[in-house]
Nanobody
Framework: QVQLVESGGGLVQAGGSLRLSCAASGSIFRLNAMGWYRQAPGNQRELVATMNVGGSTNYADSVKGRFTISRDNAKNMVFLQMNSLKPEDTAVYYC???????????????WGQGTQVTVSS
């Protein structure tokens, strides 16, 4: 199995910045895409940003130009630098990866427990 642990959430004023980190551990054979989703109260979980092993990225339109995703493949980590935060960015942010565990032949989606990001106006 693969475990994901997020860190870096918190409370920040509008216009501020936060950096989220996520570390994958466990019986990892290969991690493909890694990224971040978020879920605000009453809303469905939505994609924020993803990055594949080769470095190609995909961002939600609402965060383009403000958020930057990066990853350290050697350490099985993914990061999300969030700048110019807005109150509408308030949500629980979930780390995500799609990968293969040791001994498995099936690609599986794995999720972290989530970290709260609150942006005050």
């Amino acid at each position: 199995q693969v475990q994901l642990v997020e860190s870096g959430g918190g409370l920040v004023q509008a216009g501020g910045s936060l950096r989220l980190s996520c570390a994958a551990s466990g019986s990892i054979f290969r991690l493909n895409a890694m990224g971040w989703y978020r879920q605000a109260p009453g809303n469905q979980r939505e994609l924020v940003a993803t990055m594949n092993v080769g470095g190609s990225t995909n961002y939600a339109d609402s965060v383009k130009g403000r958020f930057t995703i990066s990853r350290d493949n050697a350490k099985n980590m993914v990061f999300l630098q969030m700048n110019s935060l807005k109150p509408e960015d308030t949500a629980v942010y979930y780390c995500f990866t799609n990968g293969l565990a040791l001994g498995s032949t099936r690609l599986t989606d794995y999720w972290g427990q989530g970290t709260q990001v609150t942006v005050s106006s």
